[in-house]
């Protein structure tokens, strides 16, 4: 039996899960946020319902894990530090370096912060979160969990873009994809749900969150995703504007007088998607509020199901069928209306959804009609476990 930490560390942030493994027993979990501010919140959950909680100036990440710990020994949760015998840490981007996870060494830990050229927000703060791990707990095994190596089997008509070809080549500029943690866990439990082996399936996976992703799985197999090089591709998202023509840019920088090229990329990142259509709100439950009285927030809503539906029809184009559709995420495990606008539109591939079965809320269920030919699933995600999981298969 061994303890294990699931972390996702952000620039001022660092969400955590410790797990009683193999059983996958959540023994706690929490989250330290606003960390480098004077009143960052710290909170954990433990022991069915207790909640921890303090407001306290947390400067660094350093400082947020060796508090957890200690905390962790204050509430009983564990004994000694000792007790944890590995950490995973979820970390954006790994280029075409790591298609598995991977225990993080020296060298792996170097190559995380030179992919940070990548994932400028996200790789950074990821690293921050294993140092910080390291210095306090310097002997457990630490493993680097990545958001894109699930999509390294994509083939390379699919991750090239029509660009020369020396971009790549020489700068490796090509499609990643992210969220494959949760593609991957999605795809293993529909499998387990579908009663299945997952080699036969042909799944199209809606992670559809704040960041929201689509993906073909062939045979447990990534191959194709929406999102590219960088997540700022594929569907509208809540603050990201998925797809465009690149050469809006500069025309609009003309327009706008907007000198550097990072604004830009910037508003299409933080000013877009559902916020920038709607112009209220980047949460699909506001902008459910005001479908009625307000043009661009029902707007808002229409586009966002319009490019799930062409990915869905464009992935099935490419596994030339589908077994079936899985939502995952927060939208789509709790977004019971835009669920069903989405498969509304799907009477093509036969597919059909359950009224009934269809109205719930994160629980994992098939939630398509008997006649439907697709199967259409709900299944929460949960990329924690499956970043214990690694830290117990590489330990
Ligand atoms: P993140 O990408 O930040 O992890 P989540 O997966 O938590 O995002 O999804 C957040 C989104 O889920 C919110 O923007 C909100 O629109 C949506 N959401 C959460 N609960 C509901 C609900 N009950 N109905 C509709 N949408 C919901």
Redesign the pocket.
Known sequence: MSKTMSINAGSSSLKWKLYDMPQETVLASGIVERIGLADSIFTIDYYNGKRYEVTLAIAEHETAVRLLLEQLIQLSIISEFSEITGVGHRVAAGGESFSDSVVITPAVLEEIQRLAELAPLHNPANAMGIRAFKNILPEITSVAVFDTSFHQTMDKTRYLYSIPMEYYKEHNVRKYGYHGTSHKYVSERAAVLLKKPLEKLKLISCHL???ASVCAIEGGKSVDTSMGFTPLAGLTM?TRSGDIDVSILPYLMEKESISDINEMIWILNNQSGLKGISSVS????DL?ALEDSDEQAALALRIFEDRVKKYIGAYAALMDGVDAIIFT???GE??IQ?RKNIVDGLSYLNAELSDERNDC?GVERVISSNQSAVQILLIPTDEEVMIARDVERLR
Not at 282 to 285: K, N
Request: aromatic share 0%.
């Open positions: 969150g704040n960041g809540g980047s949460d699909m439950r459910h995420a927060g939208i709790n977004d835009t809320r």
